[in-house]
């Protein structure tokens, strides 16, 4: 498999967690583990582009895969990707535990929204579903993610079909 860009080749046990491997394979000490049932979303990564609870998933089954951790999500000159400076400037991190599973599966709302409408509140809500955090209480962080789709759309290129054309009027009411 691939992770964070980089071809990795290892052997496998039939029941090894995806996490274990990252983690202790691998040194990838930013996916955590919460609960090892899927149920708090500290282990989230990303696999073939979407977000995946690594605690339930088996090695095995990554194989061939492109896998992307919280380590391989800075830009190339080390600065913070564009969620990750959202949630800085909303606040949306406190302890840290949690903020390496929310930036993975955020990321994913955050790219699939890019060229189209801004998630609501309520949709950034329920994405968040499967994600626990004890400190932010989710305010924060829903508006770094607000921030982050707003900076996103801005960055994504324009499809205009056909050139616009915008009149405007004067305060005489002539066409300019």
Not at 73 to 101: D, I, M, N, S, Y
Request: hydrophobic letters at 35%; proline letters at 5%.
């Amino acid at each position: 498999m691939n992770v964070n860009g980089r071809p990795e080749q290892f052997t496998a046990q039939p029941n090894e967690l995806l996490v274990e491997r990252l983690r202790d394979g691998l040194g990838l000490t930013g996916t955590k583990v919460g609960c090892d049932t899927g149920q708090c979303g500290t282990c989230v990564v990303r696999l073939d582009g979407r977000s995946v609870k690594s605690c339930l998933v088996l090695t095995a089954s990554a194989a061939g895969g492109e896998v992307a951790t919280i380590e391989g999500e800075t830009t190339r000159g080390g600065e913070l990707t564009g969620l990750q400076e959202a949630l800085r400037q909303e606040h949306g991190t406190q302890c840290g535990f949690c903020t390496p599973g929310m930036v993975m599966a955020l990321g994913e709302l955050v790219d699939v929204t890019a060229g189209g409408e801004a998630p609501t509140e309520p949709e950034i809500r329920e994405w968040l579903t499967g994600n626990l955090c004890r400190c932010t209480g989710y305010h924060s962080v829903v508006r770094g993610v607000q921030r982050a789709c707003a900076a996103a759309r801005a960055e994504a290129p324009a499809t205009v079909p056909e050139p616009a054309v915008v009149a405007a009027s004067t305060a005489a009411g002539q066409e300019v």
